[in-house]
Structures are given as C-alpha cells and as structure tokens.
C-alpha cells in the first residue's frame, strides 16, 4: 500500500489516492470484482526494502465473455530496477500459468473498466480522476521483461465553452431529439444513484462491448461504483436518455476530483477534509468517463444532445473544459470524431502481453467493431 506513496514522493504530476479507497478496491471481500476473480499480490524486495509490486488475477467474466484464457497484471510500481521488474513478471506469470492461463495482458488494475496501461505519452500534464501517471521509465521495464505491445489507447483533450468551433449540424441534431424521435434527455438523480447507475451500466455495457478486452460490469458492482463516485458527481454533468420509460442513452462526466486529491497526500483526516472543500470549488476541467448510446437509436442524435448539454453545463459551472475516457487505437470512428471536434490527443497509454504457452498466438488486435 505505502510503495507508491514513497516511489512517487519527489514527482510532481503523480496524484495520490485515498489510501482507505485503494484499501477497498484490493480488499477481497469488500470489492465485488471477486465475486468472478481471483488475484495474488506480489512484492519485490532488495535487501528488505520493497522495490517493487505487482498483481495477477484472473477474471472469469472476462474469459467467459472474450472467450479467451488470459490471465491479468496490474497495479505495477517499481523502482527502475530491471532485476526487480523481471521477478515480478515472471511471479505473475508463473501464477497464471499453473492456473491455465495462455498469456499474461496488462497492466489493468483490475479491468479496463479501472485504470489500465501505462503512460507513454503526456508526462508533462498531471493525470485526470480514474487515470495514472507512471514513471517514464516503466516502458523500458516491461519491455525488458519480454512484454511486447498489444494496445494503444489515447486520451484526448476538449473544449466546451466555444459553441463557434463546433459544427451547426450538432446543435441542430440535437434539438430534434425530442421533436423528431421523442426521446427526453434528463440529469441523473444523484439523491437515487443506486438505481441511476445501473441504468448507465446497462447502455454501457451494450455500447463497449465490441471494444477490445471489455468485460461488462456486473449490477453489484455498479452499485459499488455509485457508492463511490457519489461524492464527486455533479448533476450538470450526468445524463440518462429515456424512451418510452426505456433506457436509450447515457452520458457520466465526472469533476476532475485528481484536482483535490493533489492537496491531500492519499488522507482525508485529520484536516484533509477541509482542504478537499477548499480545492473542490476550484475544479475546473471534467472527464467524460463515457457515453454511450444504444445501437438501434445511434441516429437519432442522442450523442449530440448530450455534446450540447456539455457545452450548457460549461455555461454554469466553473468547468470549461476536458478529457475523454480513453479511446482504443483502433477505434478509428471515435478518434476521427474526437479530431473533427477540435480535440488534441494529451495522453496515451499503452498495455502489454506475454504468451505463456508454446502455441498460443499473439493478439491482432481487429479494428474497432471487427
């Protein structure tokens, strides 16, 4: 737990966790991720001195929805100790492999619902919330362990607070979306997350399935996530698309919260607290965790409603601009659509694998949807 806290004391960009959060999410009975999972945690030590750690685990879900037998990495720390980084891959993989698995993919920390990859691009920017920084070094380790490149993915920066710079064609799409299609567009009820949330699952996972390495979320596992991210959600920035009483779309933007976090060195007590109110009337970007939108009523312009309802919250909150969540490198459609929007690729990440078995085959990751 206290590895990261050390590693990462000198550098600036890295944003610590709350260590009663990260507690929760490795805690195997509190985080219902094990309901479907098993892990094992590992520590490089050197002389009695912790350089380094690492997780493996499986996830059934992931192999019965992908149809595959990988086993997983992640949480990766290390000291640029190249003796170090190999033992704890080659731990991992030896766990795996006496487990069945075919090839060791990561990191994902715990799915690429979580946090996932390294950093190989942006170091100068701070992380946004839900999102790492990583030692530039890391790439260099991995790789030297026998990890090749299996996946990219980009984080891309937006602007909400120029209406000019987007083209009419959205707001007009938009704005038809309750004439022309009767769909209605509302903020989440933050006072009933726990039923909200498991709407924004359900369209979630129907919208990500296609995406390399997704894994659906399960309801209990939504409802934790709404216990976790009720504190930080902000009602302009949440949507639910609804038809007939049906679910059709939806759309979590979440404060940059990492803007508070920076203060508070991973405690809210004694007095971290106060500083969390203190830093939290100053965010000032967001992150678009995701949206998503159901296959059938994609054109209907849904998304576009809900781009403009962006730029509206932009009008009223001290937040005027953004990230998106991650976008796979093969996902040539959201990257065009990102550029044509006027984004900027700000971050990029990258994950890694390592076949296990003499004739397992190495990804050719398809493009997006194939």
Same mark, same amino acid.
């Given at each position: *737990?206290?590895?990261?806290?050390?590693?990462?004391?000198?550098?600036? *960009?890295?944003?610590?966790?709350?260590?009663?959060?990260?507690?929760?999410?490795?805690?195997?009975?509190?985080?219902?991720?094990?309901?479907?999972?098993?892990?094992?945690?590992?520590?490089?030590?050197?002389?009695?001195?912790?350089?380094?750690?690492?997780?493996?685990?499986?996830?059934?879900?992931?192999?019965?929805?992908?149809?595959?037998?990988?086993?997983?990495?992640?949480?990766?720390?290390?000291?640029?100790?190249?003796?170090?980084?190999?033992?704890?891959?080659?731990?991992?993989?030896?766990?795996?492999?006496?487990?069945?698995?075919?090839?060791?993919?990561?990191?994902?920390?715990?799915?690429?619902?979580?946090?996932?990859?390294?950093?190989?691009?942006?170091?100068?920017?701070?992380?946004?919330?839900?999102?790492?920084?990583? *030692?530039?070094?890391?790439?260099?380790?991995?790789?030297?362990?026998?990890?090749?490149?299996?996946?990219?993915?980009?984080?891309?920066?937006?602007?909400?607070?120029?209406?000019?710079?987007?083209?009419?064609?959205?707001?007009? *799409?938009?704005?038809?979306?309750?004439?022309?299609?009767?769909?209605?567009?509302?903020?989440?009820?933050?006072?009933?997350?726990?039923?909200?949330?498991?709407?924004?699952?359900?369209?979630?996972?129907?919208?990500?399935?296609?995406?390399?390495?997704?894994?659906?979320?399960?309801?209990?596992?939504?409802?934790?996530?709404?216990?976790?991210?009720?504190?930080?959600?902000?009602?302009?920035?949440?949507?639910?698309?609804?038809?007939?009483?049906?679910?059709?779309?939806?759309?979590?933007?979440?404060?940059?919260?990492?803007?508070?976090?920076?203060?508070?060195?991973?405690?809210?007590?004694?007095?971290?607290?106060?500083?969390?109110?203190?830093?939290?009337?100053?965010?000032?970007?967001?992150?678009?965790?995701?949206?998503?939108?159901?296959?059938?009523?994609?054109?209907?312009?849904?998304?576009?409603?809900?781009?403009?309802?962006?730029?509206?919250?932009?009008?009223?909150?001290?937040?005027?601009?953004?990230?998106?969540?991650?976008?796979?490198?093969?996902?040539?459609?959201?990257?065009?659509?990102?550029?044509?929007?006027?984004? =900027?690729?700000?971050? =990029?990440?990258?994950?890694?694998?390592?076949?296990?078995?003499?004739?397992?085959?190495?990804?050719?990751?398809?493009?997006?949807?194939?």
């Amino acid at each position: *737990m206290e590895f990261p806290y050390r590693l990462y004391r000198n550098e600036p *960009m890295w944003v610590p966790p709350l260590r009663f959060e990260r507690k929760q999410v490795l805690n195997r009975k509190k985080n219902p991720f094990f309901h479907h999972a098993e892990a094992e945690y590992f520590l490089a030590r050197r002389n009695g001195k912790v350089v380094g750690r690492l997780s493996a685990h499986i996830d059934r879900n992931l192999n019965d929805f992908q149809d595959n037998r990988w086993g997983l990495f992640g949480f990766f720390e290390c000291e640029d100790d190249q003796e170090a980084a190999t033992a704890l891959i080659t731990a991992a993989a030896d766990w795996l492999r006496e487990r069945g698995r075919d090839r060791v993919v990561g990191p994902m920390s715990f799915t690429t619902n979580d946090e996932c990859g390294i950093l190989i691009d942006g170091f100068d920017l701070p992380p946004s919330i839900l999102t790492d920084w990583t *030692m530039p070094y890391y790439p260099g380790l991995l790789e030297g362990t026998g990890l090749k490149k299996v996946m990219d993915t980009y984080m891309w920066s937006l602007y909400v607070d120029d209406r000019d710079s987007v083209h009419p064609a959205i707001f007009q *799409m938009a704005d038809e979306v309750k004439t022309k299609f009767g769909i209605d567009v509302r903020p989440m009820n933050k006072r009933k997350l726990k039923d909200e949330i498991p709407k924004f699952i359900e369209v979630y996972n129907e919208a990500w399935a296609r995406n390399w390495a997704f894994v659906p979320v399960e309801r209990e596992e939504a409802v934790h996530y709404a216990k976790n991210l009720k504190p930080i959600m902000d009602k302009n920035w949440a949507y639910i698309a609804e038809k007939d009483g049906e679910v059709v779309g939806a759309s979590l933007t979440l404060p940059d919260f990492n803007q508070v976090l920076a203060h508070l060195n991973g405690r809210l007590l004694p007095f971290g607290w106060l500083k969390a109110l203190w830093y939290q009337r100053k965010i000032d970007r967001v992150r678009v965790f995701a949206l998503g939108v159901r296959k059938e009523y994609q054109h209907a312009g849904v998304a576009a409603k809900m781009y403009a309802l962006h730029y509206d919250a932009a009008e009223r909150t001290p937040q005027s601009w953004g990230e998106t969540g991650w976008i796979l490198e093969t996902n040539i459609p959201m990257n065009r659509a990102m550029e044509g929007m006027g984004g =900027k690729i700000i971050r =990029k990440y990258r994950m890694y694998e390592q076949l296990l078995e003499p004739d397992a085959q190495p990804q050719d990751p398809q493009p997006f949807g194939g």
